[in-house]
């Protein structure tokens, strides 16, 4: 069975750092591609990041580009999501996501058919 939990979330100020995890279980990296995506109160979820399976590719969104850094440990069976330089706009429930077979991988959620629960990320001004 799939499993994939997101921690990791807090408060930080303006221009801080925070690193996200996303544990897994019952997948390798190799055949699931990782997706991370935010969902603010009242807007539509956002692809931030995702690394292919078999670290095929790697993608950012614009918003994110240059600040977010996503990397694999295997031995922990973990994905990482390092922000830096966050904006009040970073503020959102963070989910990581697990689609199988997607070496190139994706920021729409429509192909992520695994999903962990959120973590809230806070970054005040």
């Known amino acids: 069975e799939v499993q994939l939990q997101a921690s990791g979330g807090g408060l930080a100020e303006a221009g801080g750092s925070l690193r996200l995890s996303c544990g897994t279980s019952?997948?390798?990296?190799?055949?699931?591609?990782i997706g991370w995506f935010r969902q603010a109160p009242g807007r539509e979820r956002e692809g931030v990041s995702c690394?292919?399976?078999?670290?095929?590719?790697?993608y950012y969104s614009d918003s994110v580009k240059g600040r977010f850094t996503v990397s694999v440990d295997n031995v922990a069976n973990t994905v990482y999501l390092q922000m830096n330089s966050l904006k009040p706009e970073d503020t959102a429930v963070y989910y990581c996501?697990?689609?199988?077979?997607?070496?190139?991988?994706?920021?729409?959620?429509?192909?992520?058919?695994?999903w962990g629960q959120g973590t809230q990320v806070t970054v005040s001004s």
């Open positions: 996501a697990a689609d199988k077979w997607d070496d190139l991988c994706t920021l729409a959620d429509g192909p992520y058919d695994f």
């Open positions: 019952g997948l390798t990296f190799d055949d699931y591609a």
């Open positions: 690394i292919g399976s078999g670290y095929g590719s790697i």
